[in-house]
């Protein structure tokens, strides 16, 4: 089981810094629909062509990061980039949404994208872990969705380095009109390609909301 570092239900309901560690553009946080599995709020990032989005940053000098969080989409898309674990010096891996509304991985500065995964269904909340390695000089993502492995892919040539950053945004350049929702998110560090955390259990009938943890 992966160290979680934080987790973020979104329902303290502001997107500043803090309790972010940095704010890009202008996301907003809505009431409607919330992620059932620990969601009090979500998180609502629409594109319009400038990085928009938040991000915590990994604390201690980990070869592994790793991000786990709930997605939806409410609208087809052209295409558009959407999470990432960022390294200390070099590239780091993101996810994409592709024209035909699959989910793919790719490192920025080249390297083989990964196999995209079956069409997503519109309205439907999904659970997404990334698991990246950024201690060798070929660096690798594993990633899953839903529990399901989606296989990993890589990029050669770079310098070892540490895992710095979680990010939840849509990039710069990526097409306008759509929006993104985020229902629950937690980051951390994985001991190694594999060490999943599995979806979040549904909250019992006590429990109202997850409060953030935040790093001690």
Same mark, same amino acid.
């Given at each position: ?45 629409? =594109?319009? #062509?400038?990085?928009? @989005? ?9 070869? +592994?990061?790793?991000? !786990? /969080? ?13 999470? =990432?674990? #960022?390294?200390?010096? @070099? ?9 035909? +509304?699959?989910?793919? !991985? /790719? ?110």
């Amino acid at each position: 089981m992966p160290t979680v570092q934080g987790t973020d239900d979104f329902g303290h309901g502001t997107v500043t810094a803090p309790p972010y560690d940095f704010v890009f553009g202008v996301p907003t946080i809505i009431t409607s629909p919330v992620y059932p599995n620990g969601g009090v709020k979500t998180l609502s990032v629409v =594109t319009t #062509g400038g990085n928009i @989005g938040v991000r915590y940053n990994i604390t201690g000098t980990p070869a +592994r990061g790793w991000n !786990g /969080f709930a997605f939806r989409l409410t609208a087809d898309w052209v295409q558009t980039q959407f999470a =990432t674990i #960022g390294a200390l010096a @070099g590239n780091g891996p993101r996810l994409a949404i592709n024209v035909s +509304r699959q989910l793919y !991985g /790719f490192f920025t500065g080249g390297g083989a994208a990964s196999t995209p995964s079956a069409t997503l269904d519109l309205d439907t909340w999904y659970w997404i872990e990334m698991i990246a390695n950024m201690n060798p000089t070929t660096r690798t993502c594993n990633w899953q969705l839903n529990g399901s492995d989606m296989g990993s892919f890589s990029k050669s040539g770079e310098t070892a380095s540490t895992a710095e950053m979680s990010q939840l945004l849509s990039y710069s350049g990526d097409p306008t009109g759509g929006t993104l929702l985020f229902g629950y998110w937690e980051w951390g560090l994985a001991a190694n390609d594999t060490d999943w955390l599995g979806e979040p259990a549904a909250p019992s009938a006590e429990q109202t909301f997850m409060p953030i943890r935040r790093r001690g």
